[in-house]
């Protein structure tokens, strides 16, 4: 038997084996929805609201305020399910919709902050978020500096945010420690600092997995999974293909085949 027919059979039937493989079972259950809390600083919110720094608190584009008591005491930020990738152990990416914007000191200071996303890798967590941050403290010129895609702050994951159940988990992450950006923007907290009364939440709703997920659905895990397959793509066609495959491979003719499938035509 020529090399390319050993190669030919041996194609045909790993393609047989891996259509006939059992689903893995973190692809059970996929991400539906779900929201991140930051609250900065509990500190930091407090002093915004204070009469003397003449504050205005903002949040859009799906972000919204957390009122207690009449006073915002955090901030909370849609997931957006699209844009989230988390691998099996529950690392990678959670893309977080919103902005929002803190001002004060009649212009002397002004705070804006989107595009977050919280970053997990193993223990570690970032919440990056891209920046603008005009003003001065008293006595300094007024400057403003911008960041992209920037390290805010990080916290510690005890436990991974991956899940194979079906439901809501939630998460909270305290304390957070300020980053080199963190500093930029706050200025008062130093890179290092560890702010105990700085808090990041966060809520996944997971769903049992549709048998007519869309292509690559996300996971809990992460793990893309295919498109199912219709019509004339459909599994048991792509099994007989492979079977027929490996027939003609060993040399058995098309019209014998043809013959014993009706309505079959070799692909060949
Ligand atoms: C971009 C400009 C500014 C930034 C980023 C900023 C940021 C901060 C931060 C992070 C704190 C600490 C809050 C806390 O955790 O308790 C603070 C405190 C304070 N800031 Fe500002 N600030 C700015 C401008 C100003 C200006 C212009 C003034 C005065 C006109 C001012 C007056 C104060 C005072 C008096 C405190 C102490 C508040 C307290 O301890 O109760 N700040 N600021």
């Known amino acids: ?26 692809d059970t259950v996929q991400l539906e929805s779900g929201a991140a809390t930051w609250n900065m600083k509990a500190s930091f919110l407090k002093y915004i609201q204070a009469p003397f ?22 901030f909370s930020f849609p997931v957006n399910t699209a844009g989230t990738k988390l691998d099996n152990n529950g690392n990678g990416t959670i893309d977080l919709d919103g902005a929002v914007r803190v001002e004060g000191h ?37 400057t403003t500096s911008t960041g992209d895609d920037k390290p805010i702050m ?9 899940t194979d159940k079906a439901g809501e988990q939630s998460f909270t992450f305290t304390p957070t420690t300020v980053t080199e950006d963190g500093e930029i923007i706050f200025e008062s907290y130093k890179k290092g600092d560890v702010l105990d009364d700085g808090t990041v ?5 997971y769903s049992e997995k549709k048998d007519d997920a869309p292509s690559g659905t996300q996971t809990p895990g992460g793990a893309k999974t295919p498109a199912p397959q219709t019509g004339s793509g459909s599994s048991t066609g792509a099994v007989v293909a492979a ?16 013959g014993l499938i009706p309505g079959f035509k070799l692909p060949l």
């Open 243 to 258: 079977v027929v495959a490996v027939l003609a491979a060993l040399g058995i003719g098309g019209a014998l085949i043809s």
């Open 106 to 142: 009649h212009g002397a200071m002004d705070i804006q902050l989107s595009d977050l996303k919280l970053l997990i890798n193993g223990t570690e967590g970032i919440l990056q978020a891209d920046y603008v941050r005009t003003g001065a403290m008293p006595g300094n010129e007024t």
């Open 1 to 26: 038997m020529s090399r390319t027919s050993s190669l030919a059979i041996a194609t045909a039937a790993a393609t047989a084996a891996s259509l006939l493989a059992p689903i893995a079972h973190a």
């Open 53 to 74: 720094v003449a504050g205005t608190i903002t949040a859009s584009e799906g972000a919204e305020k957390v009122v207690e008591g009449g006073k915002v005491t955090n």
């Open 201 to 205: 939440g966060l809520t996944l709703k």
């Open 154 to 162: 990080t916290f510690t994951v005890p436990n991974s945010v991956a």
